[in-house]
């Protein structure tokens, strides 16, 4: 069993920053990422980074967000740079191990003036 905590959600302006952080349970490298879920929206997968550090993201961020991980702490970041309005959502982290899927229990980002 995985648990996922998450924290650094927020409110920010157009333009601004902020840095989403997800700890997991376990040690090792395990299959991450973040997902997001609008209102009346479909989650969708945001970013993801494999267990050998290969990054992955929609092509709406591209170029604006950054995921990393810190391999001692079993921590992911999302650094999400440049945010608009559109980007406003329910994050969620999300983890593969073992072949079961895990979810944190999101974190809020609002982008609004």
């Known amino acids: 069993q995985v648990q996922l905590v998450e924290s650094g959600g927020g409110l920010v302006q157009p333009g601004g920053s902020l840095k989403l952080s997800c700890a997991a349970s376990?040690?090792?490298?395990?299959?991450m990422g973040w997902y997001r879920q609008a209102p009346g929206n479909q989650r969708e997968r945001v970013a993801t980074i494999s267990r050998d550090g290969n990054t992955r993201y929609v092509d709406s961020v591209k170029g604006r967000f950054g995921l990393s991980r810190d391999n001692v702490k079993n921590t992911v970041y999302l650094q999400m740079n440049s945010l608009k309005p559109e980007d406003t959502a329910v994050y969620y982290c999300h983890a593969i191990d073992g072949g079961r899927v895990y979810w944190g229990q999101g974190t809020q980002v609002t982008v609004s003036s």
């Open positions: 376990v040690s090792g490298n395990i299959f």
